[in-house]
């Protein structure tokens, strides 16, 4: 069980101080993409005790994650997934699951039996395939490197020596449990595993095994440090935001800081670049794939009111052009925020949307709103009306009807 | 995941403290089942594990395998006893007449239910509207849709863990209870079960019965019952579901 | 608001070695009765008239000094909230003030939308609903004046599908709002109509 990144752990505070008596390993060096060979071939089971109980838990755990309603039903983009992780997953391609948890948070997890579970923030986020496959084959590389069992072999022979150490941190996977309910729960086999994030030096494998992959199977692997550059910009836009310092997590953390990671794996992919081979981006396929949801992946991220995260988030993706649902949420992310200023911030925002021929409804009923707000009633009212045309279903349209008779 | 958080069952013994304690509810006007009738045991969720030295519990998938098989036959056997039929539903499509999308919600319904029961019954959160009314909580109409089309009487949710102390664990045991004579007391637990059992009425769709099971010892050695054999299966069966009482209403008519 | 249910379990869990201890009018486990007939709720700044026996859960450290809750068969199936004249500026919920998500500020000249667009936003950061879809947002007369209904529904990261209803409106720059949530299957419809008894009888002081 890997968390791709540890900020909602880094939150959760608890589970991370308790792990890191015995997470912390001693000054990392980076690990050489070349040094990182598969550990397992396909077809691979488990024969010994501790990994077949792991994996007897982990089956049950997919039969319960199959059948979840959480999970975004779309044969179509589940089966693009299934491809780019069949393009990765190097000698367990033909055995790794996709399933795409209904989450907004920028996160994956590997399990010991060969599934993953990629939370829709992760989509909301990734620019071109070449950057979702770096993550993809990150996780990947967890279950080619064995790092579960390896994990859990080496925890419990810290424990045996720090049983205190692990009745802590069984609160602290009670509290990293919370946030997710039963799922961090359950894949977790109790709380015992939250405790068995991986250490840092586990990560580095993966991020090392993963670049590989990528590169071997013709993406571009600066995509991988591209993910982190944006992770850290988000980061810190939603610090500063929020007027506060990013959390320094390096000391307590079980996966590297980003800055770490970002640094390593730029030179892990000039490392294994093919001079005179041409690396793809997968930028349109990656758009189209995606391109049914969009709408939904920015309303999950902006209704959280980071707005910070959600403007970086919305600013990175018009890097490739504005356009009315890009615009729309902009306005809602200031609109949400709600301090002084953001309010114009906000109408200034709907007003250029709904300058695009595909604004959504939405727009014209914000931009309606705005100009009636601002002393323009007879605009305002015209926008509504706009609204109620391209929407007469919405399930707020009596209240906008009252609206235009005030 | 529609099941009832682990988490509230190992905090739930927390309240009620160590060794075997069960402690069950019912409705006011609970009868236990009794001659002709049908029950069905929705998907029940059994873990073995070994207790490490260090107090991990490690999972085995022979033993889980083994209890499972244990528990659902000594259950088929006691309910036989009081003139039930046993239908265990294995997985969501296992039931005519039902989709597995009917059979998923209603596991989600009583992942909230269930939970309700723990924290207002067991773990001191008492609702004051339900002061001496037994269990007083439904899984509603949708259950008394699930009866009507599978034919079934009542539905039974059944979980149960259990671990035992490996060799290793066993002696850190023996260790925190020597240091209690030297000044020095840190008990440690060593394997211990949990179980949890609740019956729905699907006639009315009321959850009729709830009993919940935690044995553990802070006792080297101490054991109650191995359900990775049939006799241990049978007696937390016996534990569980065996002992059903009836619910207050009832038993003051009986007693008149 | 107190309808965060996860948290809600979790601070039970905290509770629940140590919680026979109880002040005020609460009985040992954080609950009073409500009697059916005439109550005041949020601070005294209305009031209402259940006709069922409801209970009243103790403030908690996540509640705002003009909010009140009350639940039938406890939080993770139904609850209802109160809250009355919050002041422009204020928020819903209690948050840090440098929390990354936040919910909204209520501001006086909020537009209905907005208002709903509010109560959205607390179910997504502190209630961990995944999916949250409005049903329905009509004009409705309330405490008198002209207020809105907003129909709701969402699913939680527990997997439970929950179903909800507010009434509010605001008055003299102050929020009043009554809101009902509950478990989709059962629960809505066997507790909505005790919330429109109570929605009805809502009286300002």
């Given amino acids: 069980m890997t968390h791709w990144i540890t900020r909602r752990a880094a939150l959760t505070g608890l589970g991370c101080a308790c792990c890191a008596g015995l997470a912390a390993s001693p000054a990392e060096a980076r690990i050489r993409p070349a040094d990182m060979r598969p550990l397992v071939g396909p077809g691979y089971r488990p024969t010994e005790q501790d990994e077949q109980g792991l994996w007897h838990e982990y089956e049950r755990f997919e039969e319960e994650i199959a059948g979840s309603n959480l999970l975004i039903q779309d044969q179509r983009l589940a089966s693009y997934l299934g491809g780019v992780v069949e393009r990765v997953g190097g000698p367990a391609a033909g055995e790794l699951r996709v399933y795409l948890a209904h989450v907004p948070e920028f996160n994956a997890f590997m399990t010991p039996t060969g599934f993953m579970v990629v939370f829709s923030g992760l989509l909301t986020r990734m620019r071109d395939e070449a950057q979702l496959s770096g993550v993809l084959a990150h996780e990947a590389g967890h279950f080619l490197r064995r790092h579960h069992i390896r994990r859990w072999r080496d925890l419990k022979r810290r424990t045996d020596f720090f049983t205190i150490l692990a009745m802590g941190a069984g609160l602290g996977g009670a509290a990293t449990g919370a946030y997710l309910g039963d799922w961090v729960r359950l894949a977790g086999i109790g709380t015992e595993l939250t405790l068995a994030a991986y250490s840092r030096e586990l990560e580095a494998e993966a991020d090392a095994m993963g670049v590989r992959l990528i590169a071997e199977s013709g993406y571009d692997p600066t995509a991988m440090p591209a993910v982190w550059r944006q992770l850290i910009g988000e980061l810190d836009a939603s610090a500063a935001m929020r007027r506060r310092h990013r959390r320094n997590q390096s000391l307590l953390a079980t996966h590297p800081a980003p800055e770490s990671r970002m640094h390593d794996l730029t030179i892990s992919a000039e490392e294994v670049k093919d001079a005179g081979r041409t690396y793809d981006r997968g930028r349109d396929r990656y758009l189209a794939a995606i391109q049914p949801h969009r709408q939904r992946l920015l309303d999950d991220q902006v209704k959280l009111n980071d707005p910070g995260a959600s403007l970086y988030i919305i600013h990175s993706l018009a890097e490739d052009g504005w356009n009315g649902l890009l615009r729309f949420y902009e306005g809602e992310a200031w609109r949400l925020r709600g301090r002084n200023g953001d309010r114009e911030n906000a109408n200034q925002s709907y007003a250029l949307a709904v300058a695009f021929p595909d604004a959504p409804p939405e727009a014209w009923r914000a931009h309606g709103y705005a100009l009636i707000g601002t002393g323009r009633p007879a605009e305002g009212r015209s926008a509504l009306t706009r609204y109620l045309a391209m929407a007469p279903d919405a399930p707020d349209a009596a209240m906008v009807r009252y609206s235009l008779q005030q | 995941m529609a099941r009832l958080p682990l988490i509230l069952v190992s905090a739930a013994a927390l309240a009620l403290g160590g060794c075997v304690q069960t402690r069950q509810y019912a409705d006011v006007e609970f009868a236990p089942p009794q001659g002709d009738y049908d029950l069905v045991v929705m998907r029940p969720y059994v873990s073995v594990g070994v207790v490490t030295t260090g107090g991990l519990v490690e999972p085995r998938a022979d033993w889980t395998e083994q209890a499972r098989t244990n528990l659902l036959q000594a259950l088929r056997e006691q309910q036989a006893g009081r003139g039930g039929r046993t239908l265990v539903l294995e997985n969501r499509e296992g039931i005519q007449g039902v989709s597995p999308q009917d059979i998923a919600n209603l596991e989600r319904l009583f992942t909230a239910v269930g939970s309700s029961i723990v924290l207002h019954r067991y773990m001191g959160q008492y609702l004051p509207t339900k002061r001496r009314q037994g269990i007083d909580w439904t899984m509603g109409e949708d259950a008394v849709a699930f009866g009507r089309a599978t034919g079934m009487e009542y539905a039974l949710f059944l979980y149960a863990q259990d671990s035992f102390a490996s060799t290793g664990r066993t002696a850190v045991q023996a260790l925190g209870i020597v240091g209690c004579f030297i000044g020095f007391c840190a008990p440690q637990g060593g394997g211990g079960q949990g179980a949890y059992a609740a019956l729905v009425d699907l006639r009315t769709g009321e959850v009729v019965w709830f009993n919940l099971l935690q044995t553990s010892s802070l006792l080297p050695g101490v054991r109650f019952g191995d359900i990775r054999t049939p006799e241990g299966a049978a007696q937390m069966v016996e534990r569980l579901v065996g002992r059903m009482r009836a619910g207050r209403h009832v038993r003051e008519r009986q007693g008149q | ?205």
């Fill in chain 3, 1 to 205: 608001m107190a309808v965060n249910r996860i948290l809600a379990a979790l601070i039970a869990l905290g509770l629940a070695s140590g919680c026979a201890a109880g002040g005020g009018g609460f009985g040992p486990g954080g609950y009073s009765l409500v009697r059916p007939g005439p109550e005041s709720v949020a601070g005294g700044r209305m009031t209402v008239t259940p006709t069922v026996a409801w209970n009243h859960a103790r403030r908690t450290y996540h509640d705002i000094r003009r909010e009140e809750n009350w639940t039938l068969n406890g939080p993770l199936l139904d609850n209802i909230s109160f809250i009355g004249g919050l002041e422009s500026g204020k928020a819903i919920v209690r948050q840090r003030r440098r929390a990354e998500r936040q919910v909204p500020r209520f501001r006086a000249e909020m537009s209905p939308p907005e208002l709903a667009s509010m109560i959205e936003t607390f179910f997504r950061v502190r209630a961990g609903s995944v999916e949250f879809n409005m049903t329905g947002l009509q004009p409705r007369q309330f405490l008198g004046r002209p207020g809105f209904q907003f129909d709701y529904t969402h699913l939680d990261s527990d997997e439970v599908e929950r179903q909800g209803r507010a009434v509010g409106a605001v008055i003299d720059n102050r929020f009043y709002l009554i809101l009902f949530d509950a478990v989709r299957m059962h629960y809505y419809p066997a507790g909505i109509g005790e919330f429109e008894r109570i929605a009805e009888s809502a009286r300002l002081g």
